[in-house]
């Protein structure tokens, strides 16, 4: 059976907090002997604690439970540094400019990579104006649609929510060089320069 959250992953979370065991005890309001069964791996803290203990240790539930610390390195800010994140239960989409660690319906979110887009996700950008004509040449059905179109510089980011009963197109203010960006509810993101 998988624990849900490892004695490890606290009692490392703990000393890099500076705390003993009875600190963080009297912070979460149990005993010391519970972190020290639960750092040892003789007991399990109640799943109403996770969030407590997340905070008290400064990290979110997600990183608690999966044991792994997401550090910020992208402090510039560069927003074509960006990562989506798509629940593939309810098609929510996270944007972030850098990795990090998400989750929604209760699962945790990968990231999505792009691809170079292939025929029959071929992303055509036009210039109208100060425009861009966004479209890609793909069937909307309810199963298979185009779930997003986004456009992302060094300074900026707009994206457009599309859905089944919509066509695969968007006009986006131009803003320079940066990305375009198609997500395929089946076959995942995709991606041009301009």
């Not at 300074?155 to 986006?172: D, G, H, I, M, W």
Request: include cysteine.
């Amino acid at each position: 059976m998988n624990n849900y959250v490892t004695g490890s992953t606290i009692k490392s979370l703990r000393e890099k907090k500076n705390y003993t065991q009875k600190q963080l005890a009297d912070i979460l309001c149990v005993s010391d002997k519970a972190i020290s069964k639960w750092e040892t791996g003789k007991g399990l803290p109640d799943i109403f604690l996770l969030e407590p203990i997340a905070k008290a240790l400064g990290v979110s539930v997600a990183e608690l439970i999966s044991g792994d610390c997401i550090i910020n390195g992208n402090r510039s800010a560069n927003m074509l540094r960006s990562k989506f994140y798509v629940c593939p239960i309810c098609g929510n989409v996270i944007h972030s400019t850098g990795e990090g660690c998400f989750s929604c319906c209760g699962i945790n979110l990968p990231m999505a990579e792009a691809e170079e887009p292939d025929e029959k996700h071929m992303i055509k950008a036009e210039r109208m104006e100060n425009d861009w004509y966004i479209s890609v040449g793909h069937p909307m059905t309810k199963e298979h649609y185009i779930s997003f179109i986004a456009y992302i510089t060094s300074s900026k980011t707009q994206l457009v929510k599309l859905y089944p009963e919509q066509n695969a197109e968007t006009r986006l203010t131009s803003c320079g060089h940066g990305i375009i960006y198609a997500y395929c509810s089946t076959h995942g993101l995709f991606s041009i320069r301009v």
